[in-house]
């Protein structure tokens, strides 16, 4: 079953803000993209589940002309507190890669 | 616009990033009308707003300054920089400007250099929220005194207004406060006439220098050129190229939404811009619309909260990398129990965090069953305490636990590698951004504090 790393040459996550997060997935082609923009597995429960976000306030974009899908969540803390490890959440990608898109949401 | 489009050299991402003179000498020659750039963003954290410091060191700002501000005075035209300082706070703003006499007075020129402030009081935010002036934007709910006063400082993002009134004023020099990036970009080719759409679309197209170009390890900056169908992008490095996809993929940096931007008094909307190559390595955009909306601001507060203190080993024992998981839960346990042991209620609600570099440190997560051990970690320890004093008292009670915690009992202590002695750092506090919400205003310079540096005058006089 293949996973976003397999159909996607980049993917990226950032801050946007300091109470929002957003990852970039570049599908490698327009049949990937097609095949897996709307996946349910990259859905809101997705996001609970690697995340913790609030299912609520999970936004998700596709951009046809650049054969991406952006996705993105409110923190449930913000940016720089007592635990942060990822100030710039530049890292949080790493979760997104092995997601297997032909699965059910969140699963 | 009666001499065609507007064209602004947009030197670099953030001033302090490094101008390159060569990149701006040929903006010049394509009859750039002024040069832009915003020196900072919130990205980096709230410690730069707290503390009203810059994350740039002071040589770097000053060498880009000293770039921008000859080129500005040879050619005789405005350098506008926005979120000075890196947080944009009255301290982040006085700091650049104290450089920026600095740089003028070496360079023997006399520009008259606004000044624009748009930190808030609290008094005045308060009064505003009682009248309902100010909204929460999501995740965050409306907002309380408590919020406001827990804040060092709160500054307004300003939009494009005040710098038009600054460059209508006769500004050669604008110091900006905390401003959208894209405003900070846009307001020149607005003053002059250039269409809403384009010249925001421009600036934020722009507003990470060579972001939007192809070969972003090649040269600082790019040229926007503003007219009335649309505006072109080209980098200002002749070795590089903008093409429709590393203009258009601009759109999707750091931006919660790829289509829709909110700012100051409207949303562009980006969503039916065409992207065509005019030549090799510029890009020409239309499309772009500015749907005018009613006058927002958004907030920026930070605190300093809690106060932490750190400690760093290193560990190459294969017995401990082969447990890792169990090691660290071990030794929390421990140094909980250490600091209730020794300390004891005086530590109050103090929390301990172990971060495994080289393991889980980034993710918190556990590594599923049968992860290979890593070569060696790095062990992050990290003390929140309400003082630093107690922050400090924790690591210490805690440091020979720390330093000596073994995997099990029945061998001698090991020692882990400290990297240096004292091994415990006072950290400072816990920085945090506060607000996320807008303040609505019926004039865009309500909340906005021009003065100004008049170095004509002080030569004059």
């Not at chain 2, 005075?73 to 944009?88: D, L, M, Y």
């Not at chain 2, 905390?178 to 900070?184: N, Y």
Request: net charge negative.
């Amino acid at each position: 079953m293949p996973t976003v790393n397999d159909v996607c040459h980049h993917v990226r996550s950032k801050n946007a803000g300091p109470y929002w997060v957003t990852f970039d997935l570049f599908f490698k082609d327009p049949e990937s993209f097609g095949r897996y923009a709307d996946s349910p597995a990259l859905g809101p429960p997705q996001m609970e589940r690697l995340f913790g976000a609030d299912p609520a306030l999970v936004k998700r974009f596709t951009v046809p002309s650049l054969n991406v899908v952006k996705i993105s969540y409110a923190r449930s803390s913000p940016q720089g507190g007592m635990v942060e490890r990822d100030m710039h959440c530049g890292q949080q990608f790493v979760r997104l890669l092995d997601v297997e898109l032909d699965a059910p949401a969140g699963a | 616009m009666p001499g065609g489009p507007i064209k602004i050299i947009v030197p670099t991402g953030s001033l302090g990033a490094g101008a390159v003179e060569a990149e701006i000498r040929y903006g010049l020659s394509r009859g750039a009308h002024a040069i832009a750039t915003d020196a900072g963003s919130t990205d980096s954290g709230a410690a730069y707003l707290a503390l009203g410091i810059s994350k740039n060191n002071r040589g770097s700002v000053k060498r880009d300054l000293t770039i921008l501000m000859k080129a500005g005075a040879e050619a005789g035209i405005p350098v506008i920089i926005g979120t000075s300082g890196q947080a944009g706070g009255d301290r982040n703003l006085d700091w650049t400007r104290d450089i920026a006499v600095e740089v003028a007075r070496e360079l023997g020129i006399s520009p008259r250099i606004a000044l624009l402030y748009s930190e808030q009081d609290k008094t005045t935010l308060k009064t505003l929220n009682a009248a309902g002036r100010i909204t929460p934007l999501a995740p965050l709910g409306p907002l309380d005194d408590a919020t406001v006063d827990a804040c060092e400082h709160i500054v307004a993002a300003m939009g494009p207004e005040p710098y038009m009134a600054a460059l209508q004023a006769g500004a050669d020099i604008i110091l900006g406060g905390r401003t959208t990036d894209t405003a900070v970009l846009a307001c020149f080719a607005l003053l002059h006439g250039a269409p809403s759409g384009p010249s925001w679309h421009a600036g934020k197209v722009a507003e990470c220098g060579a972001q939007c170009t192809v070969y972003r390890d090649r040269g600082s900056g790019v040229l926007i050129s503003i007219g009335q169908d649309g505006f072109e992008v080209e980098p200002l490095s002749q070795d590089n190229r903008c093409d429709p996809e590393s203009v258009s993929a601009h759109m999707l940096y750091e931006n919660s939404d790829p289509f829709r931007l909110t700012e100051p008094g409207g949303v562009l909307d980006v969503t039916d811009a065409v992207y065509v190559p005019v030549d090799d390595r510029t890009v020409k955009v239309t499309g772009s619309v500015w749907e005018p909306k009613p006058y927002t601001m958004k907030l920026e507060g930070a605190a300093a909260s809690r106060f932490q203190t750190v400690m760093l080993i290193g560990i190459q024992d294969p017995d401990v990398l082969a447990r890792v998981d169990e090691f660290h839960d071990k030794m929390l346990a421990a140094l909980y129990h250490r600091v209730h042991s020794t300390i004891g209620e005086a530590a109050g609600d103090f929390h301990i965090s172990l971060r495994m570099y080289g393991w889980n440190a980034v993710s918190g997560d556990k590594p599923p069953e049968g992860t290979p051990p890593p070569r060696e970690i790095g062990v992050l320890f990290v003390a929140t305490a309400d003082s630093q004093e107690m922050a400090s008292q924790i690591a210490k009670a805690c440091n020979p636990y720390f330093f000596h915690f073994p995997l099990s009992m029945d061998k001698e202590l090991p020692s882990y590698g400290f990297a240096f002695t004292p091994a415990d750092i006072d950290r400072g506090p816990v920085y945090e951004f506060k607000l996320n919400h807008v303040v609505h205003v019926d004039d865009p310079m309500a909340l906005v504090r021009t003065e100004w540096v008049d170095l004509r005058k002080v030569e004059a006089a």
